[in-house]
Each structure stands twice: as structure tokens, then as C-alpha cells.
């Protein structure tokens, strides 16, 4: 079955960095676009960022543009979120998704990021 395992979350300090992975297992993960989403404490799902299949292309929410860089390394199987200059309200926890964006096909346990001085 697709079994999607985030890590990599934690605490930072604002302006700081963080890098999350996704490890991907049960499909054929090449062929398969790929994406993160986020939920803040007491709101819904956000979706963040998508990369297509071989990587030739990536989408980002406004608010993350310039600062988030999606990756994927389909050898691994295996999905990154670089996550730079870190804002508080990038607090939340943060999940790999099946799919370029919601609603996905399937939803990791999700990985919690806090972003605090």
C-alpha cells in the first residue's frame, strides 16, 4: 500500500532553516507528481508546493515563493521541502502528498514545525 513518512521538522528561529523529507514507498514514485501541504494550529489544510513527475516543473503558494524549494530524487524515492528564512507563521505541521496538490491520492502523518524566537 502507498505509505508516505515525513521528517526532518522541528523547531527554528525566525530567518532560520529547516529541511523536511518524505520517504515514499508502495507506488511507482517516478511517475507520480509529488507535493506538500500544511495545516496551522486551529486552521485547515494549506497546500504549500507541488513538483511534477522527472521534476520539470514546481508551483509554489505566494507565500512561500523565494523561500521554499521543492525537490525530489526519484532513485530514493524520496521528497524534500528546503525550507529558508523561516516566518512564524510558517508554524504548522507539515505533510507529503500524492499529487501535485490537494486533495491527494494519499497523506502522510504529517511533520511539525515550529518557528519561534
Do not use: H, N
Amino acid at each position: 500500500q502507498v505509505q508516505l513518512v515525513e521528517s526532518g521538522g522541528g523547531l527554528a528561529q525566525p530567518g532560520g532553516s529547516l529541511r523536511l523529507s518524505c520517504e515514499a514507498s508502495g507506488f511507482t514514485f517516478s511517475r507520480s507528481a509529488m507535493g506538500w501541504a500544511r495545516q496551522a494550529p486551529g486552521k485547515g489544510l494549506e497546500w504549500v508546493s507541488g513538483i511534477f513527475r522527472d521534476g520539470i516543473g514546481t508551483i509554489y503558494i505566494d507565500s512561500v515563493k523565494g523561500r521554499f524549494t521543492i525537490s525530489r530524487d526519484d532513485a530514493k524515492k524520496m521528497l524534500y521541502l528546503q525550507m529558508d528564512s523561516l516566518k512564524p507563521e510558517d508554524t504548522a505541521v507539515y505533510y507529503c502528498g500524492k499529487g501535485v496538490r490537494p486533495p491527494y491520492d494519499a497523506l502522510g502523518q504529517g511533520t511539525r514545525v515550529t518557528v519561534s524566537s
